[in-house]
């Protein structure tokens, strides 16, 4: 991704000035506590009610609970219900759920034959499944015989481990690259205004924070934001946290390629990446609504900038650049979370297996922490340890510990049902995890550092909607499944 952003600041208006200005807004009142003890109370007593008859409503019911009380859980931490634009909240529903009927159920017949939005998806998977393929040219020049896994299964037997570093890594450098090319020559600027022009018409949000929402399906955490670069300082404190959050929600297209290429349903990652446009954006301004007068409202209108490369062929090697820079953290990430992860495996080992019946391990407690999520979601019972597992990974660790944790499930015969996968990867297809607030501060810190306090103190609150958001998506989808 472009490691820069070329072009001055456009001027700004004395008002937009007093409106937009970078200290937190004065007038924002809390919502009040006795309207958060009724919402949680509403939502405990459904959801407990659904779990009492989880065995008649079956999983699209549990599913269809899931949609309220994940709503409600934010709605319960809303910095200002009073201020809630419920025609911002309204569309994004629709919008939400208008992408998940077209992809799940939508189905029209021309000429005698039958067409689904669904199954052109799956093609678009194989589609990017043989890009991906590509890189395995590279690699397989480079690295030789250790980028074949099939040949390296063949001479170690059942010994044989999945060589990440030869077969995962690779595509990220390409697929960087490649989306590098694109932003060079203005396609992605293109693809990223359309979907920005029909959520801010509809859902009447800011042109600044509704691109870079948008970005998001293309572009990381800290990439997206540099679509809007220069008016970043300038946010609001509502479209900063949205920036953040639809961060959180989101993955990049090179991250979305790596895990359809550890075997993640491709449809159910695709589907959720765009999904997580409109469901990101109305739970932010949910959670905190616009209280000021943004600089871009009502446009899409960002100022064109030059692309900062000379030619396609030095957009290609900065893009090679940048995905080695995420590569090797990708690698050095997995690497030292993984030691963690033995580490405290190994002292919760000491917990003598008579206290718990069983032998305690961080995978156990995670299931059982996140296995009322996972319900609803709308998980089936025999399952939802299980995916609760995944869950925790991905929040404490990150979601590449829970893809390679999944891709091993696959591997094991009846380890989970094929509609168990499908819902666990529209949950884990996000950034939401506690090491994303770090590169969240870090990245869009050095694009605004008179924005670090605020960036600091969203921090975590984006972590929280943006993990919702993908819960919102994956309920949604197992209502429709």
Not at 130 to 137: K, L, N, Q
């Amino acid at each position: 991704m472009p490691a820069s952003f070329e072009g001055s600041a456009p001027s700004v208006s004395p008002i937009a000035s007093l409106n937009a200005s970078s200290a937190p807004p004065a007038s924002l009142e809390p919502t009040p506590i006795l309207w958060r003890i009724l919402i949680g109370l509403f939502i405990g007593l459904f959801a407990s009610t659904g779990y009492a008859l989880q065995s008649s409503i079956g999983t699209r019911g549990q599913a269809a609970i899931g949609i309220v009380f994940f709503f409600g859980l934010v709605a319960m931490f809303s910095v200002n219900l009073r201020a809630v634009r419920w025609k911002t909240i309204g569309w994004g529903i629709a919008l939400q759920f208008v992408l998940a009927l077209l992809v799940l159920r939508g189905e029209m017949e021309i000429g005698g034959k039958t067409y689904s939005v669904y199954n052109a998806l799956e093609g678009l998977g194989e589609v990017v499944k043989s890009f991906i393929s590509f890189s395995d040219a590279g690699a397989e020049f480079v690295f030789g015989n250790l980028a074949r896994v099939d040949h390296m299964a063949g001479t170690f037997g059942e010994n044989f481990l999945f060589p990440f570093a030869f077969k995962a890594l690779p595509p990220i450098l390409f697929v960087s690259a490649f989306f590098t090319l694109l932003y060079h020559y203005g396609v992605l600027q293109w693809c990223v205004r359309v979907l920005a022009r029909v959520m801010v018409y509809l859902m009447g949000t800011s042109g600044a924070e509704t691109l870079s929402v948008s970005a998001n399906v293309f572009m990381g955490q800290t990439e997206a934001p540099l679509i809007v670069k220069p008016y970043v300082p300038r946010m609001t404190q509502s479209e900063l946290f949205a920036l953040m959050t639809s961060g959180m929600a989101h993955i990049s297209g090179g991250m979305m390629a790596v895990y359809i290429n550890y075997g993640a349903d491709p449809v159910a990652v695709l589907t959720t990446c765009i999904m997580a446009c409109p469901c990101s954006l109305y739970l932010s301004k949910l959670f905190m609504p616009e209280v000021d007068v943004p600089e871009t409202s009502g446009t899409t209108a960002i100022e064109s900038t030059k692309s900062a490369y000379v030619n396609g062929i030095d957009a290609i090697v900065a893009g090679t650049t940048d995905g080695l820079r995420l590569a090797l953290n990708v690698a050095a990430m997995l690497i030292v979370f993984v030691a963690f992860v033995a580490m405290i495996d190994g002292l919760l080992g000491l917990i003598p297996t008579s206290w718990f019946q069983q032998q305690l391990s961080l995978r156990w407690i995670f299931g059982q922490l996140f296995s009322p999520v996972a319900f609803l979601m709308g998980i089936e019972s025999a399952d939802q340890s299980t995916v609760g597992q995944l869950l925790g990974t991905k929040l404490a660790i990150n979601e590449h510990m829970a893809y390679l944790d999944m891709k091993q499930l696959k591997e094991m015969p009846g380890a989970m049902s094929d509609r168990s996968y499908q819902l666990a990867a529209f949950a884990l297809t996000g950034f939401a995890n506690f090491s994303s607030v770090g590169i969240q501060l870090g990245g869009i810190g050095a694009m605004a550092p008179d924005r670090r306090s605020d960036l600091a103190t969203l921090g975590m609150r984006a972590l929280f909607v943006g993990f919702v958001a993908t819960l919102l998506n994956a309920a949604i989808a197992g209502l429709f499944l």
